[in-house]
């Protein structure tokens, strides 16, 4: 009886240890779901945030093609030309920072990862930062900041008080923004051939005897010194994208210091642009559309503001659904909850907005949206992004957590990937990923400010070879093979009701069972013994974990 005892002690402790070993290597990154029948097939870029590195990968998370000859990070979007080169932003840390998105160097990869043009755009008045967008003349616009002293600042009409204390006094200056077009001369360098300020388009209602007084009601295209009243900061417009429409030679900005879009007419020369005057529109470089925030322009109240603090706003491309919509990422700072909108602009054919005098800017209701199920469970309180796919799936970067979704229309997860990379190089598949603290205590070191997918078709990948290769996170130490794809197990029923059941079971097998946005319901290692019977109907992902690898089952609760 005793050595029966001993032998079921041994048996347990076995068991025990070797569920132990597998939970080690559990999946914690890269390809977490993938609904192959109904995910863009594509290749998505990447770049993480604290690392050096660039990464082109496949949906099983392959890597196709890597840059990694840049000694810096990204500051902070990254690119693929049409021609297969690679063009970056870099963090260079230089003399005027703005507290967030610092940039201040552009870098241009040829496909074999060298280094054919760059420039360096940082002194202690000026630095590029956030974002970059190259025109299809080949000249580049660029999001720059500008020092402004406090005495412009006052002369300027702007009401000191304002300002975040102590940071502006001490300083003594703030930061808007401009955009810079530069013409590159290869290898480096480039020269400007067009620029628009903020500064040449205020108004301000605070001060009669100081500069650009006026009503701000009566101007929307004009930019309110008072903003939406908040407490502002030194790094006060705080744009982070920027991108261009050709077929109406105009530029967006997403301005998270407003919480709001703003649109204006690139057709100008640039002593238009500092002007109200002149262009295919007529009015210079004053907005010629504006969204998220009608109270910056005294145009609604805290009740109609949309847009919470955004990145990533884009227009959707031609050959996607919801063609010259808007897009963002609305990342929700103090409604505490993220959400990917849509909005069609009132525009007509020529690239003209109307507005109703007195009103603000349409539309009043969004075309599309994205909203997590619970919505807190997406809310990235900085960078992130979203782009509108060809199938009309929209692909999602939660950036502070460097996870990317992929959701259709009607928003259901088809595809799920954490980036495997930190500032130390590649994780091991198992390793959680840790925080950015004390930095960023809600980013986690993975971080990625944006993701783009491309078409297989694309002509930047025209001449050159696609081999899928590995994933890019490390195999736990020990392990042969690690596979996200596998097909020897099935569940039953499907859709279930109250217990599941697994085929081709080998032994030692360790579930887990997730709901869409990734929370996990249930973890063990007997499913079939449990009653799932209070669980609510809806699409349910079953990991598997099971000799070192993992299959991820896709089950529906009826």
Same mark, same amino acid.
């Given at each position: ?425 590649? !994780?091991? #598949? /198992? ?8 930095? =960023?205590?809600?980013? %986690?070191?993975?971080? *990625? ?85 209070? !669980?609510? #109907? /809806? ?8 000799? =070192?690898?993992?299959? %991820?089952?896709?089950? *529906?609760?009826?």
């Amino acid at each position: 009886m005793k050595t029966k005892q001993i032998i079921s002690i041994a048996v347990c402790i076995i068991i025990l240890t070797s569920a132990s070993l597998l939970s080690l290597h559990a999946q914690t990154i890269g390809v977490m779901y993938s609904d192959t029948n109904q995910t863009y097939k594509g290749y998505t870029l990447f770049a993480p945030k604290q690392n050096s590195m660039t990464y082109l990968i496949n949906n099983k998370g392959q890597k196709l093609h890597e840059w990694t000859h840049s000694a810096l990070p990204p500051g902070q979007a990254v690119y693929l030309l049409d021609n297969g080169h690679l063009l970056r932003t870099c963090m260079t840390q230089g003399n005027l920072g703005t507290g967030g998105g610092e940039g201040g160097r552009i870098e241009e990869y040829d496909w074999d990862d060298n280094l054919v043009w760059s420039m360096d755009y940082s002194t202690s008045t000026y630095m590029q930062h956030h974002d970059i967008k190259k025109l299809p003349n080949g000249n580049i616009i660029m999001l720059v900041v500008e020092k402004k002293t406090l005495a412009e600042v006052e002369a300027a009409g702007f009401d000191t008080a304002t300002f975040q204390q102590p940071d502006v006094h001490q300083k003594g200056f703030i930061l808007p923004d401009c955009i810079i077009e530069i013409q590159p001369t290869y290898p480096t360098g480039g020269t400007i051939v067009w620029q628009w300020h903020v500064w040449d388009h205020l108004i301000q209602n605070h001060d009669a005897t100081k500069s650009n007084y006026g009503v701000p009601s009566a101007h929307p295209e004009l930019i309110d010194c008072a903003g939406d009243h908040r407490t502002k900061p030194l790094f006060w417009n705080h744009m982070n994208c920027i991108d261009y429409n050709a077929a109406f030679d105009e530029i967006v900005m997403s301005v998270r210091g407003n919480s709001e879009l703003w649109v204006v007419d690139h057709s100008t020369t640039t002593a238009q642009s500092a002007s109200h005057a002149g262009g295919i529109r007529g009015k210079g470089g004053d907005l010629i559309y504006r969204w998220g925030n009608p109270l910056a322009y005294s145009a609604g109240t805290v009740s109609n503001q949309k847009y919470y603090e955004q990145h990533d706003v884009e227009w959707i491309k031609s050959d996607c659904p919801g063609a010259g919509n808007l897009l963002c990422f609305n990342n929700g700072v103090n409604r505490n909850y993220s959400t990917i909108d849509e909005i069609t602009p009132p525009v007509d054919g020529s690239g003209n907005y109307t507005i109703v005098s007195g009103s603000a800017f349409g539309p009043t209701n969004l075309a599309w949206t994205y909203v997590a199920n619970p919505p807190a469970s997406l809310y990235a309180q900085d960078i992130s992004g979203a782009q509108r796919l060809p199938n009309g799936n929209t692909l999602i970067d939660d950036g502070p957590l460097g996870t990317f979704y992929e959701v259709t229309p009607s928003g259901t997860v088809v595809w799920k990937y954490i980036n495997p990379t930190t500032n130390l190089g590649p !994780l091991t #598949q /198992g390793d959680s990923v840790p925080h950015n603290i004390p930095i =960023h205590p809600d980013e %986690t070191m993975n971080s *990625v400010f944006r993701v783009y997918r491309y078409a297989p078709t694309y002509s930047g990948f025209t001449g050159h070879v696609l081999t899928p290769g590995n994933v890019i996170e490390l195999s736990p130490t020990g392990v042969q093979s690690y596979t996200n794809n596998f097909s020897t197990m099935q569940c039953y029923p499907n859709p279930f009701s109250n217990n599941i059941h697994i085929t081709n079971k080998t032994g030692g097998e360790i579930y887990e069972l997730s709901n869409l946005i990734g929370k996990v319901i249930w973890q063990g290692t007997n499913i079939e013994k449990h009653d799932f019977s209070s !669980l609510p #109907q /809806g699409v349910y992902f079953l990991k598997i974990t099971a000799n =070192h690898a993992i299959q %991820t089952l896709k089950i *529906v609760k009826q």
